[in-house]
């Protein structure tokens, strides 16, 4: 009898142990999951006339079955998905806590206050999408690749063309890299004065060779016309 039972018994040890180490992924040495403390963060600076977080919990264990939040197949919050919710409020800087995530949308809401720069913090991100708000201040230097925030006026000015001098700056260059332009750029401008210089000589003797044989042409011409004459 213990021997048909023990590989149910294994199988439900691999199971727990499995669990235990994608909780702890996320868990504090408290036990307390600091994504879920993050997110609640993010809940409380909010006003939320329609509802769409009321299953947020902090006494929750896994914020993976919350509304509007996305995980990854090993349980971390990837994606914060609020887009035309109405929400109002400010965005706490607390969103800085959740490093993987990956994909920001808050389009389309009405947030005020300036855009918390611990998402700085997140080298994750993607996609982080402002646009249509009424956030304020300076932005962070944010490392996703798309970052929308057209429609924020006290952000982008009365042009929306004035959003494209906040975007994040394009990726630096290694100082070889630099250097070796400027040196190539120099070896093509010397190559191209040899060139020049070259073709100037050779140029200048041609001419030089053709005087001579048309002078020396003229001049037998002249003796020929001499002696007939």
């Keep these: 009898m213990e021997f048909l039972f023990k590989p149910f018994t294994d199988l439900k040890d691999l199971t727990i142990s499995l669990f235990n180490k994608i909780s702890s992924a996320t868990l504090s040495p408290s036990g307390i999951n600091y994504e879920v403390v993050a997110l609640m963060g993010i809940k409380t600076e909010l006003n939320d006339p329609h509802n769409v977080l009321e299953n947020w919990d902090i ?3 896994d914020p993976c079955s919350w509304r509007m939040i996305t995980c990854t197949s090993d349980g971390s919050v990837s994606a914060l998905g609020l887009p035309s919710q109405n929400l109002s409020g400010t965005l706490s800087p607390k969103i800085g806590n ?3 995530l990956q994909s920001v949308r808050l389009n389309n809401n009405s947030l005020t206050g300036a855009c918390p720069q611990s998402l700085s913090n997140i080298e994750s991100l993607t996609l982080v999408d ?8 300076s932005l962070p230097r944010i490392s996703a690749r798309t970052l929308k ?3 924020n006026p006290l952000i982008c000015g009365p042009k929306e063309n004035n959003c494209s001098t906040v975007l994040p700056e394009p990726l630096s260059f290694p100082p070889d890299a630099l250097k070796a332009k400027p ?3 120099k070896k093509g401008h010397h190559v191209a004065l040899a060139f020049g210089a070259s073709f100037g000589a ?13 002078w020396r042409y003229r001049h037998n011409q002249q003796i020929f016309f001499d002696i007939n004459g």
């Design 202 to 214: 050779a140029f200048v003797i041609v001419i030089i060779v053709g005087l001579l044989v048309w």
């Design 149 to 151: 925030i057209v429609g």
């Design 98 to 100: 959740l490093t993987n």
């Design 130 to 137: 402002l646009s249509y708000n009424n956030l304020s201040g």
């Design 59 to 61: 006494n929750s264990v």
């Design 183 to 185: 040196d190539g750029g």
